[in-house]
């Protein structure tokens, strides 16, 4: 079965750009989850998607939002991209919504904002 | 206070020894523990997950679990030069948002 998959790989962005990225889960996982992972504050969660409405949110201001299709492929936008953006930024699918799935992560996109 | 803390590396061992890592958490209504393994540069592994009280043993990998004290760990056997990484405790509510440690660095010395 194929992972996680996650698109593009790498980004480079100046400032006040927007950019999307795009998560393909696991075939039969109906649960996107995404993180932004840096240095200095670690894993943190921005929001989770199930079939096709965000389910949790993180404490990220609105310049991130995402979505997800039919097909539970996700995307995740950041509009206005400042410097701090620049990141790993992870998704990660489970089959389904709750406290009990595990979650298995794409291999990232790293974005650079300059 | 953080939602989830693990002891704050680096933790050395050497090839052969027992290596255990440590995390409690603050949220009591925390349903299920996950520990992932994440080589430099590359994504976060799951390498465990336990819901229930007591230990979970894969392996070379025992996780341990203890509600009351809010605390979860993680020992691995028989460490090898192959499991140095950050090893990243995550726990996650019934509303299913993942919390994530600040991760320990895990260092095997041949």
């Known amino acids: 079965k194929a992972g996680v998959t996650q698109t593009p790989r790498y980004l480079i962005k100046t400032r006040g750009q927007q950019v999307t990225l795009s998560c393909s889960p696991i075939s039969g996982h109906r649960s996107v989850s995404w993180y932004q992972q840096t240095p200095g504050q670690g894993l943190q969660f921005l929001f989770e998607?199930?079939?096709?409405?965000?389910?949790n949110k993180g404490n990220f201001p609105g310049r991130f939002s995402g979505r997800q299709f039919s097909n539970s492929r996700s995307e995740m936008n950041v509009s206005t991209l400042e410097l701090g953006d620049s990141a790993l930024y992870l998704c990660a699918s489970s089959t389904r919504t709750g406290g009990f799935d595990e979650q298995f992560f794409g291999p990232g996109t790293r974005l650079t904002v300059l | 206070q953080k939602e989830v803390e693990q002891n704050s590396g680096p933790l050395s061992v050497p090839e052969g020894a027992i290596a255990s890592l440590n995390c409690t958490y603050s949220?009591?209504?925390?349903?299920?523990f996950f520990w992932y393994r994440q080589y430099s540069g590359k994504s976060p592994e799951l390498i465990m997950f336990?819901?229930?009280?007591g230990d979970k043993e894969d392996g070379r990998f025992t996780a341990q679990l203890n509600k009351a004290s809010q605390y979860v760990s993680l020992l691995i056997r028989d460490s090898q030069p192959s499991d140095s990484a950050t090893y990243l405790c995550a726990v996650r509510g019934n509303a299913g948002k993942s919390t994530f440690g600040d991760g320990t660095t895990l260092t095997v010395k041949p």
């Open positions: 336990i819901y229930s009280n």
């Open positions: 998607y199930f079939s096709e409405t965000q389910r």
């Open positions: 949220d009591r209504g925390s349903q299920s």
